[in-house]
Structures are given as C-alpha cells and as structure tokens.
C-alpha cells in the first residue's frame, strides 16, 4: 500500500487499539480466556473489598437501567450483591453474567472496568505482557518528535489501556501517549464521542487523525469532522470494496507521515 499523508492541519493522532495497535489475537486468545479461567477466583478472593463492590454494583446498575429497559435477554438476577446470603451462590450469579456479557461481544463501561481489574494483577505479576506490532513503537516516536500529540481511545477502560501500553513487551511505553480515552466518553460508534474527545483535546475536530480497523467507527469519527485512516492488519476484519475505495488504507504505521507545508 502507498504511503499516507497527515493533513497538515493535523495537530493530533487517535489511535485504537484491538487490530490497530495491538493484534486482535492477544486480546481473544490472551487477555479474554485470562478472565474466563480466573473469574470466579478473583470474585471469591476480591469479593469483600470496596473496588470490587463498586464493579458489581456498576454491573447490576447496568443491567437494570440499560439491558432491561431495552428488553435485551440477559440473566435478570445476575450482580445482586445485596440480597443474597450465600456468598457463592451471588458470587455465581456475577460469573454467569460477566461471561454472558463477553459471548455476546459487549462493549459495556461497567464491564470495561471490571476486567481492567482483573487484568491489573496478571500484567503486574508478569503473567501478561502487552503486545503491540513492531512498528507502532518507531512510528509513535517519530509523530511526537514532528510535533504531534498521541492519544488513545479503546473500548477496554484507561486502566486496561494503561496496563496493556504500560507493561509491554517493549517496556513501559506510556510517556509515549498524551491522553486516553475510553466509552465513559461515548460509544466508538457515535459521532458525538469524538466530538467530545476533540473538545477535551481542546483542537477541532478537523485536526484529529483516527486510526482504527473497524469501519463503523472510521464513518462516525468522519461524521464528527475527524481525518480517518483505516488499519489492515492480519485477522481483522475484511473490507468490503466500497470501503476499500472510501477510505485511506495503511498495514503498517511507518506508512503514515505528516504532510509538509511549504511557505
């Protein structure tokens, strides 16, 4: 693929991370089958103490005021911490839950966090290190020292962002990045997300570039006013023709350069 220009206004990059940063497989075959195996332990070991209170209370919050009233099926009785007086029998019920809300993909705030959590002490003990494609590091580098500013938005929490970039397999790669981003700030899928984000950037939008693999949020960050460049990066998902033809395509981040302004 050709090289891609930054337009010049650009002051800012957004960057996603699943298949964008980071390969789609060790968010599915690492961090994902991570929660499943250790969930129920976690719960059991954390479930008296106050963040893990505040996940489960997040969780029920959730499905009382968003999946019911939208008649979503869902374990109705699921992360009620309160009513319960066997432990493991609520404790049971948080696991059915957690686990519906993965096999259905979900992309919940109070899910977000909770795994983040859970992934707090796996990246800390060395079980997990975050893993980013070779050139995102060289490329980020380069942006920064031409001016620009690099911020992150994931539908995994701050948390879970900062523990991915934070314990890498390239070090702690945070003094890289100058702000992040998760759904507290809106859907990916809704145009007003990245409005907010240009705002809390303090740049207008047309002076953001995003970088993300999944169209849906490429043509809301477009509706926003925002540059877009879709990443190709093995296992994501297939474009479709008309996207092929729609959108800047890249493979690799070193194909990405700013454009030069000649006075």
């Given at each position: 693929?050709?090289?891609?220009?930054?337009?010049?206004?650009?002051?800012?990059?957004?960057?996603?991370?699943?298949?964008?940063?980071?390969?789609?497989?060790?968010?599915?075959?690492?961090?994902?089958?991570?929660?499943?195996?250790?969930?129920?332990?976690?719960?059991?070991?954390?479930?008296?103490?106050?963040?893990?209170?505040?996940?489960?209370?997040?969780?029920?919050?959730?499905?009382?005021?968003?999946?019911?009233?939208?008649?979503?099926?869902?374990?109705?009785?699921?992360?009620?911490?309160?009513?319960?007086?066997?432990?493991?029998?609520?404790?049971?019920?948080?696991?059915?839950?957690?686990?519906?809300?993965?096999?259905?993909?979900?992309?919940?705030?109070?899910?977000?966090?909770?795994?983040?959590?859970?992934?707090?002490?796996?990246?800390?003990?060395?079980?997990?290190?975050?893993?980013?494609?070779?050139?995102?590091?060289?490329?980020?580098?380069?942006?920064?020292?031409?001016?620009?500013?690099?911020?992150?938005?994931?539908?995994?929490?701050?948390?879970?962002?900062?523990?991915?970039?934070?314990?890498?397999?390239?070090?702690?790669?945070?003094?890289?990045?100058?702000?992040?981003?998760?759904?507290?700030?809106?859907?990916?899928?809704?145009?007003?997300?990245?409005?907010?984000?240009?705002?809390?950037?303090?740049?207008?939008?047309?002076?953001?570039?995003?970088?993300?693999d999944v169209t849906r949020e490429a043509?809301?960050?477009?509706?926003?006013?925002?540059?877009?460049?879709?990443?190709?990066?093995?296992?994501?998902?297939?474009?479709?023709?008309?996207?092929?033809?729609?959108?800047?395509?890249?493979?690799?981040?070193?194909?990405?350069?700013?454009?030069?302004?000649?006075?």
């Amino acid at each position: 693929m050709a090289t891609v220009s930054i337009p010049a206004c650009s002051s800012a990059l957004l960057l996603d991370i699943e298949g964008t940063t980071t390969p789609i497989t060790f968010v599915k075959d690492i961090l994902f089958p991570y929660i499943k195996e250790h969930l129920e332990d976690y719960l059991s070991t954390h479930w008296e103490e106050d963040e893990c209170k505040q996940d489960v209370h997040l969780l029920k919050k959730q499905v009382i005021e968003e999946d019911m009233k939208q008649n979503r099926a869902c374990p109705v009785h699921t992360v009620d911490q309160t009513v319960h007086t066997d432990e493991e029998k609520a404790i049971r019920e948080v696991v059915e839950n957690v686990l519906w809300q993965m096999a259905a993909d979900r992309k919940s705030t109070a899910l977000k966090q909770f795994q983040g959590h859970m992934w707090r002490s796996a990246y800390a003990s060395g079980r997990i290190k975050g893993e980013v494609y070779q050139d995102v590091v060289p490329s980020i580098r380069t942006w920064r020292a031409r001016g620009l500013k690099v911020y992150i938005y994931s539908s995994g929490s701050v948390e879970a962002q900062k523990l991915l970039f934070g314990y890498s397999v390239e070090g702690d790669l945070l003094e890289l990045f100058d702000g992040h981003f998760d759904t507290s700030i809106g859907a990916k899928v809704d145009a007003k997300s990245y409005e907010r984000i240009a705002e809390r950037i303090g740049c207008q939008p047309e002076e953001i570039t995003f970088l993300t693999d999944v169209t849906r949020e490429a043509k809301a960050a477009e509706e926003a006013g925002i540059n877009v460049v879709v990443v190709v990066r093995p296992g994501n998902m297939e474009l479709t023709d008309e996207e092929r033809g729609h959108y800047n395509l890249i493979t690799s981040f070193s194909q990405l350069h700013r454009m030069r302004v000649f006075i």
